[in-house]
């Protein structure tokens, strides 16, 4: 009997950690393995000593050829005129935790070639090995799996529990591969066919492998045939591949390795990772993340197909895969090329690459021909007897001669595949161009989305390596904010390029404004991260900043569709900024336009038959446009006067996001918001009970609550990452995607309002850096209040539309209800910064124990506060329970401690302080007599919003006169 040792047969305590850290570290490539291996050094195998003791021990009395080695174990058998010999490889040296270990189990080169002296001239060599080859470390995997092949006839392996049989035909040699069911008593009474105990019986007779499949029937007490790895007896055939067959996959078995050679490492340069300086891994397949990939993106979610790797891998079907720019076609293409030609065996079908951005042969043979290194004259026969898939990208960019020459090749040989790609303007609209050839319409088409919440997520972990030190659930919710502020497609691209910035930055980087991110963005993006790039160095980041600045101040004033130039008004801009600048003999103007396209800074539209260019997001025309507050004389002067400056609230929020002291600004905005509240704040104070009269509720929910609430919170299981992403994602999808640069055109009056406090917010948590006594703590109080009277003119605003549509949409019912903590959270994102957090503490002080303040107020600075996480927060939030006295107010406070109970904490110690505060805010209810009893009085609301009801009326019957 002949065994190989499992994870379970060693003692995974022998090893240091510390050791074994090093080794994870050191053992990353075959050569590395072999000198461990060479160097007889017991480091970091203690672990399979034991095994190994009761191995040479059983073994003692065995007389034939044998070397029992610490790794691998070979035997010579003579049976009945036949030589047999046998390995037990050891897979399991460096196994170490069997949930993570799948694409890290080293089995070492010498393993293989060790054997060789005992198993050489034998009529069947078999490999016994614990682990199947898949879950071998990538560096490794297609050499052992070469090696095998090539020196075995059958190879037994197990761990996975399931039985399984079929041939691998390799190009070196045959190889028969058996998975082995279990035989332990945690399988004792399972069913499955698959999974279910078992045992095979192989037998070999001339070219025929006979397969007996047989398992436990618990019912019977015995042992079954496995119809269900086999047929009504449980016994599967194989076919031994002729010579003729082998010497074949021997010549593919060298085209592929060619390709393992020649192209690999050149595709983990379209990785970030790999040109910048960054501890992210820099090998494709270890960062790669599929996307979600559709058949039909217009179609309802349950009814779209979406696909995997092995969808496109293994059908025969020709694909055209349309993203937006930067969606990650390349790399998905990239991705097919590694997995078809690992997998060869699975597949079998070789894999052939071109790009047409680069495609230059006369004929698509030449560039197969090429790329395999195989004569131009064996194309034709090799084509007519292989399977061959030939990825292509950017199809949209190629010339009409490819795409005609393509069609023709295809009519000729019908063993191809084509797996193309292409971008696309519109979702879910094809090129035109590409509509001109007939042979696209028989192809699948499949579509990229952006990346999710759990792509980010996935994408992120393999950035950071699961570094600790990285607290990527909150790196993540700033990346999402970030994505919907900017209204950035969640590209690979993009979420690499922060994931960088965020790394750059350091472990506590905590993103100071929104500015800083653009800048930082559009940054990385022009110098695409990596020294090697033509302009970088001539024509630096500087100059194209002041070349963008120029180029966007002339769109705003041409003020045409999008702000956009035509193709030849922008190249004669750019040519005539290079001359004047006598930049000629460094640079080209159709270089400097070429690298703004590829880049993705602008983005080509054609409009009435002529082709425009247009910055590409709203806000790069935005942050460039802003540059000329300072370059261009009296823009500045012209952003800030009073009818215009509300049109230049992200400007506003980009300028003095990167000067950080523009005092004079705040106290001008902040003066200008004041101005355009402070009548109904004056009417909204006359009342008794101030904002809280438009807030209060005729009950609590906090008041219908006991202890029981908090126990049966304890045992509701708190959101999984996959619950939390879900969340994520449809508050991503609740935003919509930018279709054109938005113009800057007279807004409604409720508009102004809104954006008046808005700006004035940004402006202030920005201004960090000025030190005017007491000008963040009065700018502070007067957002605060202009905030305030926005959300009581939209809540009275939402109740009438309610009222007069009678509308059954429980969402925007719910919406109103709990209006303030939409309120609240409005506050924070606009003006939340840790450096306000000096000003809300003594704001706090003040006003917490105040019975003269509102609730809302006291709620809205406490929550900015924790929400902030300032320091001894959770004292702030017992406070706030004690010192409010509204039914709503008390209603509002519990739902944002149950957000913190579920969405923050993270510890025991935490989970039983917000326990506690809810428990307490709900014996304080119960005890309390609530006040004022429902004092909403219609009469006095009505009054308040009377003069913006006649505001709005005068607008809208404007805006007809003016259309008509």
């Known amino acids: 009997m002949f065994f190989a040792p499992g994870n379970h047969d060693i003692d995974k305590s022998a090893d240091d950690e510390i050791i074994e850290n090093g080794l994870n570290m050191k053992l990353s490539s075959i050569e590395k393995v072999n000198d461990h291996i060479d160097s007889g050094k017991m480091l970091g195998i203690a672990r399979i000593v034991p095994f190994k003791d009761f191995e040479r021990a059983y073994y003692s009395k065995y007389l034939s050829n044998k070397d029992i080695t610490v790794y691998n174990s070979t035997f010579k058998i003579a049976l009945k005129g036949f030589s047999i010999g046998v390995t037990c490889f050891n897979s399991v040296w460096r196994c170490f935790d069997s949930t993570k270990d799948k694409g890290k189990i080293i089995l070492g080169e010498r393993q293989i070639t060790r054997a060789r002296p005992i198993i050489e001239g034998t009529d069947i060599k078999i490999g016994l090995i614990h682990h199947p080859l898949d879950w071998f470390s990538p560096f490794e995997l297609t050499t052992i799996s070469s090696l095998i092949q090539k020196d075995y006839d059958l190879l037994f392996c197990g761990h996975n529990h399931r039985g399984s049989s079929w041939t691998q035909t390799s190009m070196q040699g045959k190889l028969f591969l058996s998975m082995a069911p279990a035989n332990w008593s945690c399988d004792f009474r399972f069913n499955n066919g698959i999974y279910s105990n078992g045992y095979s019986i192989i037998d070999i007779d001339n070219n025929l492998i006979t397969v007996n499949h047989r398992r436990y029937s618990?019912?019977?007490?015995?042992?079954?045939?496995?119809?269900?790895?086999?047929?009504?007896?449980?016994?599967?055939?194989?076919?031994?591949?002729?010579?003729?067959?082998?010497?074949?996959?021997?010549?593919?078995?060298?085209?592929?390795?060619?390709?393992?050679?020649?192209?690999?490492?050149?595709?983990?340069?379209?990785?970030?990772?790999?040109?910048?300086?960054?501890?992210?891994?820099?090998?494709?397949?270890?960062?790669?993340?599929?996307?979600?990939?559709?058949?039909?993106?217009?179609?309802?979610?349950?009814?779209?197909?979406?696909?995997?790797?092995?969808?496109?891998?293994?059908?025969?079907?020709?694909?055209?895969?349309?993203?937006?720019?930067?969606?990650?076609?390349?790399?998905?293409?990239?991705r097919m090329l590694i997995e078809l030609t690992l997998n060869i065996i699975q597949y079998r079908k070789i894999p052939v690459y071109f790009d047409c951005d680069s495609f230059s042969h006369s004929r698509i043979e030449t560039g197969i021909a090429l790329f395999l290194g195989i004569p131009i004259t064996a194309v034709s026969e090799f084509l007519h007897s292989?399977?061959?898939?030939?990825?292509?990208?950017?199809?949209?960019?190629?010339?009409?001669?490819?795409?005609?020459?393509?069609?023709?090749?295809?009519?000729?040989?019908?063993?191809?595949?084509?797996?193309?790609?292409?971008?696309?303007?519109?979702?879910?609209?094809?090129?035109?161009?590409?509509?001109?050839?007939?042979?696209?319409?028989?192809?699948?088409?499949?579509?990229?989305?952006?990346?999710?919440?759990?792509?980010?997520?996935?994408?992120?972990?393999?950035?950071?390596?699961?570094?600790?030190?990285?607290?990527n659930k909150e790196k993540l919710e700033k990346l999402l904010r970030f994505f919907m502020t900017l209204n950035i497609p969640r590209t690979p691209l993009a979420v690499s390029m922060f994931l960088w910035i965020f790394e750059q930055q350091g472990k506590n980087y905590k993103p100071i404004n929104n500015a800083t991110m653009v800048q930082n963005f559009i940054e990385t993006l022009l110098d695409k991260l990596s020294s090697k790039e033509i302009l970088s160095e001539t024509f630096d980041f500087t100059n194209k900043e002041r070349l963008l600045a120029k180029i966007a101040y002339n769109m705003f004033q041409k003020n045409e569709k999008d702000y956009s130039l035509s193709y030849d008004e922008l190249s004669g801009l750019i040519f005539e900024s290079i001359k004047k600048k006598k930049f000629g003999s460094i640079v080209k103007g159709e270089e400097v336009l070429f690298d703004f396209l590829k880049k993705g800074i602008f983005l080509v539209f054609?409009?009435?038959?002529?082709?425009?260019?247009?910055?590409?997001?709203?806000?790069?025309?935005?942050?460039?446009?802003?540059?000329?507050?300072?370059?261009?004389?009296?823009?500045?002067?012209?952003?800030?006067?009073?009818?215009?400056?509300?049109?230049?609230?992200?400007?506003?929020?980009?300028?003095?996001?990167?000067?950080?002291?523009?005092?004079?600004?705040?106290?001008?905005?902040?003066?200008?918001?004041?101005?355009?509240?402070?009548?109904?704040?004056s009417k909204i104070e006359?009342?008794?009970?101030?904002?809280?009269?438009?807030?209060?509720?005729?009950?609590?929910?906090?008041?219908?609550?006991?202890?029981?609430?908090?126990?049966?919170?304890?045992?509701?299981?708190?959101?999984?990452?996959?619950?939390?992403?879900?969340?994520?994602?449809?508050?991503?999808?609740?935003?919509?995607?930018?279709?054109?640069?938005?113009?800057?055109?007279?807004?409604?009056?409720?508009?102004?309002?809104?954006?008046?406090?808005?700006?004035?917010?940004?402006?202030?948590?920005?201004?960090?850096?000025?030190?005017?006594?007491?000008?963040?703590?009065?700018?502070?109080?007067?957002?605060?209040?202009?905030?305030?009277?926005?959300?009581?003119?939209?809540?009275?605003?939402?109740?009438?539309?309610?009222?007069?549509?009678?509308?059954?949409?429980?969402?925007?019912?719910?919406?109103?209800?709990?209006?303030?903590?939409?309120?609240?959270?409005?506050?924070?994102?606009?003006?939340?910064?840790?450096?306000?957090?000096?000003?809300?503490?003594?704001?706090?002080?003040?006003?917490?124990?105040?019975?003269?303040?509102?609730?809302?107020?006291?709620?809205?600075?406490?929550?900015?506060?924790?929400?902030?996480?300032?320091?001894?927060?959770?004292?702030?939030?017992?406070?706030?329970?004690?010192?409010?006295?509204r039914n709503y107010s008390r209603d509002i406070v519990l739902l944002k401690l149950l957000a913190y109970y579920y969405l923050r904490s993270e510890s025991e110690y935490s989970d039983k302080i917000f326990e506690d505060i809810m428990t307490s805010l709900i014996l304080d209810t119960k005890k309390s007599n609530i006040e004022p009893q429902y004092v909403i009085k219609n009469r006095n609301r009505s009054k308040i919003i009377e003069d913006y009801r006649l505001k709005r009326d005068t607008f809208q019957q404007e805006l007809k006169e003016e259309s008509v």
Request: aromatic share 12%; charged share 30%; net charge negative.
């Open 386 to 471: 292989n399977k061959l898939c030939i990825l292509v990208d950017n199809i949209d960019r190629a010339s009409k001669s490819f795409l005609i020459q393509l069609q023709k090749f295809l009519e000729d040989y019908n063993l191809v595949q084509i797996i193309a790609t292409s971008s696309y303007v519109i979702e879910g609209k094809l090129i035109p161009e590409l509509l001109d050839y007939p042979f696209l319409a028989k192809f699948k088409y499949a579509y990229i989305r952006e990346f999710s919440a759990g792509h980010i997520r996935q994408l992120m972990n393999k950035w950071f390596n699961g570094n600790k030190d990285y607290d």
């Open 218 to 334: 618990h019912n019977k007490e015995s042992y079954d045939p496995n119809t269900d790895l086999g047929n009504d007896q449980g016994v599967m055939t194989f076919e031994i591949p002729s010579k003729d067959q082998l010497a074949k996959t021997a010549f593919t078995t060298e085209l592929v390795t060619k390709i393992q050679d020649n192209y690999f490492d050149i595709l983990n340069e379209h990785l970030i990772s790999s040109t910048t300086n960054t501890n992210a891994p820099k090998i494709l397949s270890e960062m790669f993340v599929l996307p979600k990939i559709v058949d039909n993106p217009m179609e309802e979610k349950s009814k779209q197909i979406t696909y995997k790797l092995n969808d496109f891998c293994s059908s025969d079907e020709s694909f055209l895969i349309l993203g937006t720019k930067e969606a990650g076609k390349t790399v998905l293409l990239d």
């Open 606 to 681: 054609v409009h009435k038959g002529q082709r425009f260019i247009r910055f590409r997001f709203n806000c790069f025309f935005k942050y460039f446009l802003m540059k000329n507050i300072d370059y261009e004389p009296g823009f500045k002067e012209f952003v800030l006067e009073d009818c215009n400056y509300l049109n230049f609230g992200d400007e506003l929020d980009y300028y003095t996001g990167l000067k950080r002291d523009q005092a004079e600004i705040l106290q001008l905005l902040v003066k200008r918001a004041h101005n355009k509240f402070s009548e109904i704040i």
């Open 686 to 885: 006359a009342l008794e009970y101030s904002f809280d009269t438009f807030f209060e509720t005729r009950s609590s929910i906090a008041s219908s609550l006991d202890r029981g609430f908090i126990k049966k919170l304890t045992e509701r299981k708190k959101p999984t990452n996959e619950d939390l992403d879900k969340m994520h994602d449809e508050m991503l999808e609740s935003v919509d995607h930018e279709t054109g640069i938005e113009k800057k055109e007279k807004m409604t009056p409720l508009q102004e309002l809104e954006t008046a406090w808005i700006i004035a917010a940004k402006v202030l948590k920005n201004t960090e850096e000025t030190e005017i006594e007491n000008l963040k703590s009065s700018a502070f109080n007067d957002i605060l209040k202009c905030a305030m009277g926005f959300g009581v003119i939209y809540k009275t605003l939402l109740e009438d539309y309610l009222q007069k549509n009678d509308t059954n949409n429980q969402t925007l019912r719910v919406f109103c209800n709990f209006f303030p903590l939409g309120l609240q959270q409005a506050t924070v994102m606009f003006m939340g910064t840790a450096k306000l957090l000096v000003v809300i503490q003594e704001k706090m002080a003040i006003e917490l124990e105040n019975k003269g303040v509102t609730d809302l107020e006291k709620i809205l600075i406490v929550s900015m506060y924790s929400d902030l996480k300032g320091e001894d927060y959770f004292s702030s939030l017992r406070s706030l329970t004690k010192n409010i006295r």
